[in-house]
């Protein structure tokens, strides 16, 4: 007899497609941004030889005139091979205003520069007399710092702290201390766009639950209509409403409630990125709270109540109990989602509405420092991987119930 | 008959070719720009000329400026634009990078009147990876008919919130804004980016900001400014010229701008790595380096050209029928007054004024 693969061993062949398919689409970036914050070696490779001169160095004063040879030429030679500005962008972010410095230095020395210091006796001298930048400690500190292939800059960077010259590792200055305060305003509104949601999905959840079924659609239909409404479009109509000259102040100008000059500044700022998020993730508390409500039988209730319970006491004991694998499973749902939101607040949000989301674009989008954005990104999914593990430990992550 | 029969074959073979070659006609270029009424001003201005004289046509993206998606492209080898037009410190910095193709400064088509590039085009308006193709201002403005009484007139005006109480719009963003914070303190022209270059100087812009930062709306697009202005949303808001200009003209607005204190900036088309069609890419460059693309473009949108003899071709507004030249920033009523946007400082500082600029703005 013909001995074939085990039904097991081919039954499991089953999901190697899907293994497949999460391993490019989701751990194989996931890697790469993870590796991108702790690892670049763009200038390792674009200076190589100057930083095998100043691994040498005792980083007191300035390196050698072997130093200043050897970046001089490296420098005229990333600039032949156009790769000088990505050396010069890498050392600018560690010390402001060499990006300049190191783009001018080869244009400065010129075209057909030989081994020999143009116009100088030292290399030193010659560099020097281009920028005074080249004179400091500062300068080659930075370049050395920024030739380490693997760095622990973009994870201090993030939680806003520093390497002194020292070594030492201390907090960034009050007036660039951004992340840390970030963080914690995204966690924040996290936790209260969840609270909102709750507060307000509970009741529609019960009403869709155990109204009649004609209207148990209709409004089922009333929760599904804005979810499957484009998220921007829901975004910009709360601008509508809300802004200054807009309907809801409008309406109470003319009922009298504020006066025209008093109209209540109600978007662009931390109300506006409430209001719209919760919105937008509300159906994602009512649909598992729903399923879950939709299971409850109506009878519980009647029994609690024939058996003498208030309905105040009958809620709190017999239905809010069966509900809490909906509660769950919605609060985490929209949890993780808002810790992690980024076109709402970044429209409506004004300046006092943005989340640590809205700096990763930043860094992604605008200073092209994806090392630091990896960093933010990685800590971010840190805090909600942590806080997972919390909810499975305190509340179990299998009494949770999608529906 | 063999022969025959062969040079027949080949001639329907060539026939075919050029008839497919006559279809084929369809040589495009991928141009990327800002959108809005500005890319409306270069299609009518000189693109339409273009395609009408070298057949070759235009695909029109919009993109919100940075570099992001260029270096994704060229990084990945997979480069689909032609041509961006990018503000000049990006375009530096792109050159820098390597994203951007080094251009000849020979193929600059010669002025209007015949003078060479170097005696036309304004000083340093050529750069490694392209010629500036125009200026534009960030200037502020209000709305005549929701200010009542005194009007403000200079740049001190826009901080003084005694004589001007109201909302004023910003664009959220250090830059342009710590020199109209120093220069609306009083201090000169030619001294700004000294004293920027001092932390002393940055302090002193943040706090002129903090005067007004609660009474200020931060935009981010250019077409947000004038429609605050005329929902009285703020009573003053900076802005691009451009864009005060056509709500002025097309809408009828009764906008007036204070030129006082106007940061001028330019920008350049630039030619990727790798671009599709690099040939039809620089034709296309060179046709919009023509005095008359840039005082094409000068009829449908008030930004003013980089070139001597472009700036004389200047006439009316194409649909209105206004006279262009008192909207240009350079006009000398305009520009009595004027801070050049200085890239080079931004280049080296704008990642550490955006973090600190994101820090003040949390605060």
Not at chain 1, 177 to 186: A, D, E, F, K, M
Not at chain 1, 361 to 376: E, I, K, R, V
Not at chain 2, 2 to 18: E, K, V
Request: glycine fraction near 8%; proline fraction near 5%.
């Amino acid at each position: 007899m013909k001995v074939g693969l085990s039904p097991r061993l081919r039954a499991a062949g089953l999901t190697v497609p899907l293994i497949a398919f999460i391993a490019v689409t989701f751990i194989a970036p996931l890697g790469t941004l993870l590796t991108r914050s702790v690892y670049d070696a763009e200038v390792a490779e674009i200076l190589p030889r100057t930083m095998a001169v100043l691994a040498d160095w005792d980083t007191s004063g300035t390196p050698s005139e072997a130093a200043y040879a050897t970046i001089a030429m490296e420098l005229l030679r990333a600039r032949d091979e156009r790769t000088l500005g990505r050396a010069a962008t890498r050392i600018n972010r560690i010390e402001s205003g060499l990006r300049s410095v190191v783009v001018k230095t080869p244009r400065r020395l010129g075209r057909d520069v030989g081994t020999e210091p143009p116009g100088a006796e030292t290399w030193r001298d010659a560099l020097v007399a281009i920028d005074e930048a080249w004179g400091e400690n500062a300068t080659w500190r930075a370049i050395r710092e920024a030739g380490q292939p693997f760095t622990s800059r973009h994870f201090l960077n993030a939680v806003d702290l520093e390497t002194r010259a020292d070594g030492s590792i201390a907090a960034m200055p009050e007036s660039r201390r951004i992340y840390v305060p970030l963080y914690l305003r995204t966690l924040w509104v996290s936790l209260g766009v969840t609270a909102l949601c709750l507060v307000i999905g509970y009741p529609i959840a019960h009403a869709i639950a155990h109204a009649g079924s004609r209207w148990s659609t209709t409004l089922l239909v009333l929760v599904l209509v804005p979810f499957w409404t484009s998220l921007l479009v829901r975004t910009t109509a709360w601008i509508v409403l809300l802004q200054n000259q807009g309907v809801v102040n409008d309406i109470l100008v003319a009922l009298g409630i504020v006066a025209d000059d008093g109209r209540l500044a109600m978007i662009y700022n931390m109300t506006g990125t409430f209001v719209a998020m919760t919105h937008v993730l509300l159906p994602f508390m009512v649909l598992p709270l729903y399923s879950v409500m939709r299971s409850i039988p109506t009878r519980h209730m009647d029994a609690a109540a024939s058996l003498g319970a208030t309905p105040m006491q009958a809620f709190r004991r017999v239905y809010w109990p069966q509900t809490l694998p909906g509660v769950g499973a919605g609060s985490l749902l929209v949890f993780i989602l808002a810790i992690g939101y980024y076109i709402t607040p970044a429209l409506v949000g004004g300046q006092s509405g943005q989340l640590i989301s809205n700096m990763i674009a930043y860094h992604m989008q605008t200073s092209l420092n994806w090392g630091l954005a990896a960093a933010l990104a990685a800590i971010l999914l840190l805090a909600v991987i942590g806080l997972y593990v919390l909810y499975d430990r305190v509340v179990g992550i299998d009494r949770m119930r999608l529906g | 008959m063999n022969f025959i029969h062969r040079s027949r074959i080949h001639a329907i073979a060539l026939a075919t070719a050029s008839l497919a070659g006559a279809f084929a006609t369809a040589e495009s270029i991928t141009v990327v720009s800002w959108g809005g009424s500005y890319a409306k001003a270069c299609v009518e201005g000189y693109h339409k000329a273009f395609t009408a004289e070298t057949g070759i046509e235009i695909k029109l993206e919009d993109y919100n400026g940075g570099l992001a998606e260029v270096r994704a492209q060229v990084d990945a080898g997979a480069v689909h634009w032609d041509v961006v037009d990018v503000e000049l410190a990006d375009g530096v910095r792109g050159c820098d990078e390597g994203l951007f193709k080094v251009f000849d400064p020979d193929t600059l088509p010669a002025g209007a009147d015949g003078s060479t590039p170097s005696d036309d085009y304004y000083p340093g308006a050529i750069t490694e990876c392209g010629a500036n193709t125009l200026y534009y201002s960030t200037i502020y403005a209000y709305n005549a008919e929701k200010l009542p009484g005194e009007k403000p007139t200079t740049m001190e005006d826009f901080f003084d919130m005694e004589r001007f109480p109201g909302r004023r719009g910003m664009r959220r963003s250090p830059v342009v804004n710590l020199e109209f914070a120093l220069m609306g303190d009083g201090v000169p022209v030619e001294e700004v980016y000294a004293l920027l270059d001092t932390e002393a100087g940055i302090q002193r812009a943040f706090d002129k900001l903090d005067t007004i930062k609660d009474h200020v709306v931060w935009w981010e697009a250019g077409a947000q400014p004038p429609q605050m202005l005329a929902d009285g949303e703020v009573i003053m808001s900076t802005a691009y010229n451009g864009r005060i200009f056509n709500a002025q003209v097309l809408e009828k607005q009764s906008f007036v701008i204070v030129w006082d204190g106007q940061v001028l900036d330019t920008g350049f088309l630039a030619i990727l790595e790798g671009a599709p069609n690099p040939s039809g890419a620089q034709r296309f460059v060179d046709f919009a380096a023509r005095p008359s693309s840039m005082a094409g473009v000068a009829r449908y949108i008030s930004y003013s050209p980089t070139r001597h003899s472009a700036e004389a071709l200047i006439t009316t507004h194409a649909e209105t029928g206004v006279e262009m030249r008192p909207h240009m920033p350079n006009t000398p009523e305009n520009a009595k007054r004027v801070l050049h946007n200085d890239w080079q400082w931004w280049s080296d500082n704008r990642d550490d004024m955006n973090v600190r600029f994101a820090a003040w703005l949390a605060r």
